[in-house]
């Protein structure tokens, strides 16, 4: 029989596409490129560590990379999935013939296109940071690992501070190397000018003997030398040339600031470059973007054991309260895999520190923090995948077993 | 979070391309006021700017990962070049670069930075010049030592031959050995470099030393 030649008016474009990403080979071909890029973002992880992975294979569009030393331009994981969602939307749930015989089946593709879903919601609402915290401390703040922000803030003389002017991450970390970005604001006397930014950077005196390979700019003694992005990207941190621009017309005054200058323990309090502009003292510096949870956690205890003769840990747990305006106090104990869940947020425990501590010496517990509304869906998906296959089989054994009693009946008849 | 990234890319690049042809790009409404929280009020004003960038307390090797989330800063990374024939063993608690080399990896090379002088030159020399059993050199010897390039400066480079006691926790010695050093120190930071086993394999070695210790340089990319 011959072909029907295909009819690629305009007018039949609409079903074109719709034949195109409903078609099972669409299905195919994605699923055999996403183990792929699944491959190659598992090996990725080597190379590059697992935040710069994640970013590189799965959170892209498309992306290049080399097999065996061949270079080759792919689709990223999230376009994959974009396609893969709207082939089984289409192609599975809308398209396919609705009968009692293809339940199963139906019910199992909606299970792995609310898999699909919720690694979207994941990947696009989920926030994840960490929250340090000595025995005796009390806070509802969290930090990212990675993000910086610039915060230029009015200071009274004790160093104490009621409010800042912070310079988004979100911007601060689309600016370049080579680029100058003037920040013109209303609120404060004087504009800020960002030079070199780098996402990775060290301070060093120009005495010191490393000084003499940094190029770049000498301030108060020292130069910013960019280094190398660490592959794990909470090791970098940034550094940047900052100018502070009187609108009185007053000099200018200059500063390196640097991410060190941050916390590097709950315990210490952040040192900002400081500056006078008219009577008021500023301070200036590259802080960590925080967040806020709807409610208050107090580290009561924290309970850290180690092997015996050796400073490494064998277990370690925190005692905690949670505080809430609306509730009572609610303590809690927070274990290696038994995290708090509330108010969509699950507070791990993570860590601790101070590093090289000793026996005898106070610690500090971190908790990983993650907010993410799709925390369950791969569990409820995997149950009505589960769901639907066993109905399929059901199915598959009734109609199988009807068919053979069928025939053994036709048998005996004839 | 991500698709705010997104987002936020999408609008601060929109932004950015109609700025463009600017030399420099200008942003009025970057900065976004914000309370701080009760932990978050008090800072320290640091007196100086080695204080405020940690520079006497930072671990010169390698960071100090204490910094909660993070791993800290340290000194400026190295690069280098792996001399023939020598195994790179990484760094280690106090030292950028660890090799050995020899058969049976008894010679051995590393780079270690204080912050600091270190003790200064002569007293470094001298706890070389101590630890292969050799005298002491007076303060003209040490001036008079020759130089070769570290970091394209002029450091230092001194050759002892003896009886090697390592210390840090052996009580091992070692005869017949050669120590051959160079030492870069300034108020601000010492750089040294050591390489040690026995003479003749570090006799043998000496031109790789060389082209090993021209190639360190700091790891800006």
Request: hydrophobic share 40%.
């Amino acid at each position: 029989m011959a072909k029907t030649p295909i009819d690629w008016s305009p007018a039949n474009w609409p079903r074109l596409l719709y034949r195109f990403l409903t078609s099972f080979k669409l299905a195919t071909v994605i699923l055999i490129l996403m183990t792929v890029v699944t491959l190659l973002g598992t090996l990725g992880q080597v190379e590059h560590g697992l935040h710069s992975a994640k970013e590189k294979y799965f959170h892209s569009f498309f992306f290049t990379d080399k097999i065996f030393g061949i270079p080759v331009f792919l689709p990223g994981g999230l376009l994959l999935m974009l396609v893969l969602f709207t082939n089984m939307t289409l192609g599975a749930l809308v398209k396919v013939r609705k009968r009692w015989k293809g339940a199963g089946l139906l019910i199992s593709h909606f299970g792995m296109l609310m898999l699909l879903a919720g690694g979207f919601i994941t990947w696009a609402f989920s926030t994840d940071g960490y929250m340090a915290l000595y025995p005796g401390m009390t806070t509802n703040r969290v930090e990212s690992y990675r993000e910086w922000q610039l915060e230029v803030i009015p200071l009274s003389k004790e160093g104490v501070a009621e409010k800042a002017w912070i310079y988004p991450s979100e911007l601060l970390d689309q600016i370049q190397s080579d680029e100058q970005r003037i920040i013109k604001t209303e609120a404060l006397p004087f504009d800020v000018v960002i030079n070199g930014y780098s996402r990775n950077a060290t301070p060093i005196p120009v005495t010191a003997p490393m000084a003499a390979s940094v190029t770049g700019r000498e301030i108060d003694g020292y130069k910013l030398s960019p280094q190398k992005t660490s592959k794990e990207a909470e090791q970098n941190l940034p550094g940047c040339f900052v100018e502070f621009r009187p609108k009185d017309g007053t000099t200018p005054v200059e500063a390196i600031l640097w991410a060190g200058s941050y916390r590097f323990d709950p315990k210490e309090k952040p040192m900002p470059f400081t500056f006078t502009v008219g009577d008021q003292l500023y301070g200036a510096l590259l802080i960590k973007k925080s967040w806020t949870v709807p409610f208050e956690l107090r580290l009561d205890e924290f309970v850290f054991e180690r092997h015996p003769g050796v400073s490494m840990a064998r277990n370690y747990e925190s005692r905690v309260t949670r505080i809430e305006a609306s509730e009572p106090d609610k303590a809690l104990e927070i274990k290696m895999n038994e995290p708090m869940r509330h108010a969509g947020y699950t507070f791990f425990q993570e860590s601790f520190g101070p590093s090289g501590s000793q026996p005898g010496d106070e610690m500090f517990s971190q908790f990983a923090v993650a907010n993410n509304p799709a925390d369950q869906w791969p569990l409820w998906a995997l149950i009505i995948n589960g769901i639907g296959l066993g109905i399929h089989f059901v199915i598959m054994l009734v109609n199988f077993t009807t068919r053979s009693r069928n025939k053994q009946a036709h048998a005996a008849i004839s | 979070m991500m698709l705010r990234h997104f987002i936020r890319y999408v609008a601060a690049t929109t932004f950015f391309l109609s700025v463009s042809g600017c030399g420099d790009r200008e942003s009025t409404a970057g900065l976004v006021e914000r309370e701080l929280s009760s932990s978050e009020r008090e800072f320290k004003l640091a007196e100086s700017s080695t204080e405020r960038f940690r520079y006497q307390t930072r671990h010169a090797a390698g960071g100090d990962s204490s910094v909660p989330g993070s791993g800290g800063g340290g000194g400026p990374k190295l690069v280098f070049t792996t001399p023939e024939g020598w195994t790179d063993k990484g760094a280690s608690m106090m030292r950028d670069i660890n090799f050995s080399f020899g058969e049976k990896g008894e010679g051995e090379c590393y780079v270690a930075r204080l912050p600091g002088a270190g003790g200064g030159l002569l007293a470094n020399v001298n706890r070389w010049c101590s630890q292969m059993g050799a005298e002491a050199l007076t303060e003209e010897q040490v001036a008079a030592l020759p130089v070769k390039p570290l970091f394209g400066q002029p450091a230092r480079f001194v050759t002892v031959d003896g009886t090697y006691s390592p210390g840090m926790g052996t009580t091992d010695t070692f005869a017949n050995y050669r120590l051959m050093g160079l030492i870069l120190a300034s108020d601000a930071g010492a750089v040294f470099v050591k390489m040690t086993g026995p003479k003749e394999l570090v006799t043998k070695n000496e031109a790789a030393f060389d082209q090993f210790t021209q190639s360190i340089d700091v790891n800006t990319n």
